[in-house]
């Protein structure tokens, strides 16, 4: 794209890298064996992932009735992981597309570990309506196929349904963009193996890359094409899980900011979570030199102006269900109501964790400060969970007749199928730390010499940098692309 | 440097000066009288039997929309009851019938003028949100665009005068565009009091909202006076981008403003029109509505002053950027279109589907076209890469964009003040060249006044070098891809 940057930005590589350090950096996770600290953390996330499926096991055996569900209150807990997880796999897709719409550089750093998060994310998403079936072995029947079951079939006025088709799309699409990206770096790891098995793998998995031009053609196109479709995902698979809370909570109560606020919010979310994983991996897997302090200011950045988008719904919310003078309004999630009610600490815990303490971001020492950013990050993924359980349980809790009024509490079965869910993304997330290239290789290479730090400083100094792609006039600087 | 031609200044004085005698006329032939009004009842409905049967059809659904109109002034339904109740069809009846078609006639100059002048202040408000974002994000593209849209938020200033006055208007009751500015609508026994809109006066309130309508407008105001101002200032500054910084500061706290303004000003301006009637995403749909166009026109105007040589650095690749923004956008309004519309039908509550009951019955032509023209028109026409960088193209797209969201806002404003009487006439069609030629004036004058490259911008150079990869440039050699 353009290949000209001003010198003011600051360099997305750090350090005097040339193009086989970025192969040997990236490669380094895959082919090297794993420290303690990986095992300690990935045992952790097994014993939860185990637990987890315990618990499962024990719902689905026993039944649904195990959860501290009532009939008033039909869905709480389970409906808010699942909002919660689909809503973190959001960045993943919104980085990968939108900001490579966007023509974003800073992307490449982060793109690779957010898609593989999004896949995780919709995984665990996927589990809670599968299990609340209470006969998952049936889970099939809620696709709109044929059958000899009489009068089955599946109800197209159901936001429900269209939350099946929407994730399925979601996780097709974004599972086929990350591998597209994922070819010609597996098959950089293809080329380096030494081990037959290995090779054997990594050469299944690069679908037979070349490397020609042509493959490299298409890998573009495809990009684009794929960032084209994915975009207007990011916006619809939220959209729907939205409409599951605007129009079948209590009967009538809904609000058309649902949508677009929900989009926010997932995007919000997700790169919190982003911000949580990179700021673990960097340090695992030694990539200090590719995420920086700049990408942490970035991804900060995204994550106050969404934060704002949410905040400027929430006071819509607010506003408007004041304004409507209706007394239905009164007992709301966002409401006079709520915050005395007995579900007032989830109202505050909401607000404390995803508008007050975002706000510290706008310092700048904290948005560039690792440690802060990752605590940041934490208290917002708090605070998006309660915004799922504060609409659910709240506005469930007071329904229009007195005598349905009900209080949710989770049992040990809903909290360990949660904590289960948390182990499970970890177990894979820290397997793909251990197998695939965490950072793009070949993409990274492409802005090396625009964005690399060493490069700036060259042309600061005045010393020729030639645009990477221009192999053939390697005088002067670019002698170290040579041993590629 | 551009020169603002004489050519064009005359055309837009000549454009400001008809569209001025439009507006007087619309605004004297106003009845002001019940009888008068009744004369035009009495003139529609003896007029051929089409017309005849049209108004049957009017009030017939006067009658389904029963609903909206006790919603949207609910005096006027309870005067008619009670009216019922002492004298079955009576004189009453139609006197307050006439009442009511006296108020949406007299509306009519007022709301014609308040459709374009909405729009016309959007579109300079959005261009300059547009431009305050781009700023943040410290993009590189559109720097050879910044002097176009800092010249086209020059209308901010004419046009937030007028609204200004059309709000102190509205203050002094000189129009009954917002019905909760009725008499005694808050005063308990009147025959008016409206408990609904009575419930809300802690925010419908006339000293309120006149401030609130004062206080936008100067946030907005003072930024763009503001990063004008420094924006020049750049150009010359070479205080190592210390202003540059300043600029990218205050822009942030722009953003911040602005986000919750624009909501605001939605529910006072337009919102405000249906007092009874609410919806959560009214404020971000008016900023989609309003995005698109101040896009598009950010195209038009780019294109205009390329073809007049006064543009040189920008290039294909620049028109294909604005473009994707105006596909990107027009797909992101019918998102909110939709997003609103379903929730609103799905539930089906009659306080709020009267919203679009109303819309839907009597104006189902420009509800239904203007669905078409804002979706189905740039899907079309914008989709493909190729057609994005062809100025002719993209004009071809933008005006159907413009009309579609002109007929966007105009469906937003007329049934709340004017119902069953709106038309495309004399009062809406000056009130467009009015502020067309106000824009003119505006915009191509403050072009002329500055440099049309930002020099100091040190992102200049990344928009001038900017190239997409799969854009051929017109009339340039090769050798610069």
Redesign the interface.
């Known amino acids: 794209m353009s290949h000209y940057e001003a010198p003011i930005r600051e360099p997305l590589v750090l350090g005097d890298k040339s193009y086989h350090d970025i192969t040997e950096d990236i490669a380094k996770p895959i082919e090297g064996k794993a420290n303690k600290n990986w095992y300690i953390a990935f045992y952790i996330s097994l014993a939860a992932m185990l637990w987890g499926f315990g618990c499962i096991f024990y719902t689905v055996g026993t039944g649904i009735g195990v959860w501290g569900l009532s009939k008033n209150i039909g869905w709480a807990w389970d409906i808010t992981n699942f909002v919660w997880w689909v809503g973190i796999g959001h960045a993943g897709t919104l980085i990968s597309a939108v900001l490579l719409l966007f023509r974003q550089k800073w992307r490449m750093a982060i793109n690779r570990s957010a898609e593989a998060m999004t896949i995780f994310a919709v995984f665990q998403a996927g589990l809670f309506p599968i299990i609340h079936m209470g006969r998952p072995w049936n889970g099939y029947w809620v696709l709109p196929i044929p059958n000899q079951f009489g009068s089955l079939w599946v109800n197209f006025n159901s936001p429900l349904l269209w939350d099946v088709f929407a994730i399925s799309t979601y996780l097709s699409v974004s599972l086929v963009f990350w591998w597209t990206g994922l070819l010609p770096d597996f098959a950089t790891i293809r080329d380096r193996a030494v081990k037959p098995f290995q090779k054997k793998i990594y050469s299944l998995l690069s679908f037979g890359w070349s490397g020609r031009a042509k493959d490299w053609q298409r890998f573009e196109e495809v990009s684009l094409v794929l960032a084209g479709l994915a975009t207007p995902l990011v916006l619809s698979v939220h959209t729907i899980v939205s409409m599951d809370f605007a129009t079948s909570i209590n009967p009538g109560w809904h609000s058309t900011i649902f949508p677009p606020y929900f989009v926010a919010g997932a995007i919000f979310s997700g790169f919190a979570m982003v911000q949580t994983l990179l700021g673990i991996m960097r340090k695992v897997t030694n990539m200090e030199s590719y995420i920086t302090r700049m990408h942490v200011e970035y991804m900060n950045i995204v994550i106050i102006l969404t934060g704002g988008i949410v905040a400027v719904a929430y006071a819509t919310e607010f506003f408007i269900a004041w304004y409507t003078g209706s007394p239905y309004e009164y007992y709301t999630y966002l409401s006079i109501g709520a915050e005395t009610g007995p579900y007032g600490w989830a109202f505050w815990s909401l607000l404390i964790c995803n508008i007050f303490t975002p706000q510290l971001l706008w310092f700048k020492k904290i948005r560039r400060s690792f440690i802060w950013s990752f605590i940041i990050s934490i208290v917002i993924n708090i605070g998006m969970w309660f915004e799922r359980f504060d609409i659910i349980a709240i506005v469930l809790s007071k329904g229009h007749l007195p005598s349905t009024w009900w209080r949710f509490e989770p049992t040990f079965v809903d909290v360990g199928i949660f904590i289960g869910t948390i182990g499970f993304f970890f177990v894979l997330f820290l397997l793909y730390a251990r197998t695939f290239p965490v950072i793009p290789i070949a993409e990274m290479k492409t802005i090396l010499k625009s964005s690399g730090e060493s490069y700036k400083k060259m042309r600061e100094q005045g010393l020729p940098t030639k645009p990477a792609i221009n192999v053939v006039e390697t005088e002067g600087t670019s002698d170290k692309s040579t041993k590629e | 440097m551009y020169q603002f031609s004489g050519k064009l200044k005359t055309f837009s004085l000549a454009l400001i000066a008809l569209g001025l005698i439009g507006i007087v006329i619309s605004f004297a032939s106003a009845p002001s009288t019940i009888d008068e009004a009744k004369e035009i009842i009495a003139h529609q409905s003896s007029h051929g039997d089409d017309h005849a049967n049209t108004h049957e059809d009017v009030k017939e659904t006067h009658q389904s929309t029963d609903a909206h109109h006790s919603q949207e002034d609910a005096h006027h339904s309870e005067v008619k009851k009670e009216h019922h109740v002492e004298t079955a069809h009576g004189e009453h009846h139609d006197d307050a019938h006439a009442e009511h078609v006296l108020h949406q006639l007299q509306n009519k100059p007022w709301s014609a003028l308040y459709v374009s002048l909405f729009f016309f202040l959007g579109i300079s408000l959005l261009v300059l949100a547009f431009y305050a974002a781009q700023r943040v994000a410290?993009s590189?593209?559109s720097i050879v665009l910044f002097r176009v849209m800092e010249a086209i938020t020059a209308n901010l200033v004419p046009t937030s005068i007028v609204m200004l006055i059309v709000v102190i208007a509205a203050a002094m009751h000189m129009n009954h565009m917002f019905p909760w500015m009725a008499e005694g609508v808050f005063t308990v026994g009147h025959e008016n009091y409206d408990p609904?809109v009575d419930?809300?006066s802690w925010?419908i309130n006339l000293p309120g909202w006149t401030i609130r309508s004062i206080v936008y407008l100067a946030i907005w105001n003072a930024y763009r006076w503001f990063i004008r101002k420094n924006s020049i200032k750049e150009d010359t500054a070479n205080d190592n981008?210390k202003t540059f910084k300043l600029n990218y500061n205050v822009s942030v706290g722009f953003i911040?403003l602005f986000?919750?303004t624009e909501?605001m000003m939605s529910?006072d301006w337009i919102m405000g029109l249906d007092p009874h009637w609410?919806?959560?995403?009214?404020?971000?749909y008016v900023l989609a509505s309003l995005l698109v166009s101040a896009l598009t026109v950010i195209a038009f105007v780019t294109i205009y002053l390329r073809s007049k040589g006064a543009l040189p650095a920008v290039n294909d690749s620049h028109i294909h950027d604005l473009a994707k923004f105006m596909f990107g956008f027009s797909?992101?309004w019918t998102?909110?279109w939709f997003?609103?519309f379903?929730?609103?039908w799905?539930?089906d509550?009659p306080?709020e589907t009267t919203y679009f009951v109303a819309r839907f019955n009597e104006y189902k032509l420009p509800f239904l076209a203007m669905v078409v023209m804002n979706f189905v028109f740039p899907i079309l026409l914008l989709l493909n890469s190729d057609f994005k960088s062809m100025p002719w193209f993209v004009l071809i797209g933008g005006v159907v964009i413009l009309a579609g969201h002109y007929v966007d806002i105009f469906v937003m404003v007329m049934p709340a003040t004017v119902g069953a009487q709106w038309s495309f006439g004399i009062p809406e069609f000056s009130a467009l060249l009015f502020f067309l030629g106000i824009f003119i004036y505006t915009v191509f004058s403050a072009f002329a006044k500055a440099n049309p490259l930002p020099k100091g911008n040190?992102?200049l150079?990344?928009s001038t070098?900017?190239?997409?990869?799969n854009i051929e440039h017109r009339g340039e050699g090769s050798d610069n891809h």
């Open positions: 410290q590189g593209w609904i419930g809300k925010w981008n911040f986000m919750l909501s529910w609410f919806s959560t995403l009214f404020g971000w797909v992101f998102y909110l997003a609103q379903m929730l609103i799905y539930a509550i306080e040190p992102y150079e990344e070098h900017f190239h997409y990869y």
